[in-house]
């Protein structure tokens, strides 16, 4: 009997196998996202793709954590597990409650997610009590790297920014404002886009307007999100791959919010594995 944990995004599924013994094997493959996927691409990404890795494997629980598994969509997920894993005891959710578990494990805490796109909740120690809507990248996603993103291109092309740290800009992404225009207007995955500003940012964000645009950001994230819960007794923790990397600047936002830090992490996997491996006393990361 083996515990199966799935980590999945639009762009690659992680796929976690706990044995009997404690011993722990880890696949990938292509992303599964009942938004953008189709039943059928689903589950022949499964089918071929992961389960021929897992022969005479047999499943007892099965986690499944993905972007996209909203109340409306999961259901597609579920299904589509049910046939291929019969006898196995299923649970779909969010990729904000993978976070919460894998954060805050059995204890209640409040959860964000900052990576291509932004999001929060608050978490009794199983399940989410409460989720501000991030709202996308056009509305929402404050802190998140299509909104840094989104927000230092427009400095760049309308000059908010100094001429030395544009003119480092274009020469190292080669890119014009006409190209930018077509990529955020007119052709598909604009959000993405605009996250992949994020490593120039980074190479930058000890520049001291670069580092106001930062913090400016991570700040408004905190206002129109993380606050909304009126918890300001619990530490707020986070993950993803913004989180990880601009922890200097958010640690500063935190400080003019007076919100105290807890957890920082680039992935759930390890979170998650120790979650549904120990109980609410054992949980150590």
């Given at each position: 009997m083996a515990t199966l944990i799935v980590d999945s995004g639009s762009t690659k599924t992680d796929w976690i196998i706990i044995a009997g013994d404690g011993s722990i094997k880890t696949f990938k493959t292509e992303g599964i996202n009942p938004v953008v996927g189709s039943i059928n691409i689903i589950n022949k990404t499964i089918t071929e793709n992961f389960m021929p890795q897992i022969e005479g494997t047999e499943i007892d629980r099965l986690f499944f954590y993905g972007a996209g598994c909203t109340k409306n969509k999961k259901h597609l997920i579920e299904e589509c597990l049910a046939k291929i894993f019969p006898k196995t005891e299923i649970e779909v959710a969010s990729d904000v409650l993978a976070a919460a578990r894998a954060l805050c494990g059995h204890k209640e805490g409040i959860a964000c997610i900052l990576g291509t796109g932004s999001n929060s909740c608050l978490f009794n120690g199983k399940?989410?009590?409460?989720?501000?809507?991030?709202?996308?990248?056009?509305?929402?996603?404050?802190?998140?790297?299509?909104?840094?993103?989104?927000?230092?291109?427009?400095?760049?092309?309308?000059?908010?920014?100094?001429?030395?740290?544009?003119?480092?800009?274009?020469?190292?992404?080669?890119?014009?404002?006409?190209?930018?225009?077509?990529?955020?207007?007119?052709?598909?995955?604009?959000?993405?886009?605009?996250?992949?500003?994020?490593?120039?940012?980074?190479?930058?964000?000890?520049?001291?307007?670069?580092?106001?645009?930062?913090?400016?950001?991570?700040?408004?994230?905190?206002?129109?999100?993380?606050?909304?819960?009126?918890?300001?007794?619990?530490?707020?923790?986070?993950?993803?791959?913004?989180?990880?990397?601009?922890?200097?600047?958010?640690?500063?936002?935190?400080?003019?919010?007076?919100?105290?830090?807890?957890?920082?992490?680039?992935?759930?996997?390890?979170?998650?594995?120790?979650?549904?491996?120990?109980?609410?006393?054992?949980?150590?990361?």
């Open positions: 399940d989410i009590v409460e989720n501000i809507s991030p709202l996308g990248y056009i509305l929402g996603d404050e802190g998140s790297g299509a909104v840094l993103g989104r927000t230092f291109i427009s400095d760049v092309l309308k000059g908010e920014l100094p001429q030395d740290i544009r003119d480092n800009f274009f020469e190292e992404t080669h890119l014009t404002e006409e190209l930018i225009i077509e990529n955020v207007y007119s052709k598909p995955m604009p959000n993405r886009f605009l996250a992949s500003f994020v490593p120039f940012l980074l190479r930058h964000h000890h520049d001291s307007q670069i580092a106001e645009l930062l913090v400016a950001n991570f700040r408004r994230f905190l206002q129109r999100n993380v606050k909304k819960y009126n918890r300001p007794d619990l530490p707020i923790n986070f993950i993803g791959g913004v989180a990880n990397s601009f922890l200097e600047e958010i640690s500063v936002a935190l400080k003019i919010e007076h919100i105290t830090l807890g957890r920082v992490e680039q992935s759930p996997q390890k979170g998650l594995i120790c979650y549904h491996t120990t109980s609410a006393s054992e949980f150590i990361i």
